[in-house]
């Protein structure tokens, strides 16, 4: 079974290191364009860009298997806490634009472009803190399990005075 978990884990990790490279795309375009607007909106944007380098950074070094890779859970769980915060943000942020509710995503051909990479900042957010929550999953089951597994690799509990031979 810890084949399995360790595929899991890679197909996570390289998700998280995807979702975090285009937030960090589209919101780096935003700072690289309204770089002379006001500086609320700017550490918004600023914490955003943190949180996905910070993201692609621990993804592309817990993507390297080791198993102490499983034992970074409470880490995991830190930086999903970050991404559904940025999640947030973004939300907040999108109010003062006039693109609508943000849960709607068909736009005419008049709709401005922004409008559509905003929500796709939004939407990679939310799930890259999805997909960090359950990496943390993952590692807590790993974590759990290698702590319960005996010298001989089993699993299960045993009884008080029995013996494994």
């Keep these: 079974m810890p084949v399995v978990s360790r595929l899991i884990s890679i197909v996570l990790r390289v998700a998280e290191i995807a979702f975090a490279a285009v937030v960090a795309g589209v919101i780096g375009y935003y700072l690289h364009q309204f770089s002379d607007t006001d500086a609320w909106p700017q550490a ?27 034992f970074s859970w409470p880490f995991d769980v830190i930086i999903s806490f970050a991404w559904f915060a940025a999640f947030g943000i973004l939300v907040d942020a999108i109010h003062k634009l006039n693109c609508g509710s943000i849960w709607r995503w068909h736009f005419d051909t008049y709709s401005n472009d922004s409008c559509g990479r905003w ?5 990679f957010s939310f799930l890259s ?24 690799g089993y699993y299960g509990r045993r009884r008080f005075g029995r013996s494994a031979v």
Aim: charged content about 10%; hydrophobic content about 60%; glycine content about 8%.
């Design 129 to 152: 803190a999805i997909v960090w929550l359950a990496s943390a999953l993952v590692g807590i089951w790993f974590t759990f399990r290698v702590r319960g597994a005996n010298a001989d």
């Design 44 to 70: 918004r944007w600023i914490y955003t860009e943190v949180v996905a380098g910070l993201s692609i950074l621990l993804g592309l070094i817990w993507l390297i298997p080791f198993s102490s890779g499983f």
């Design 119 to 123: 929500k796709a900042a939004e939407a």
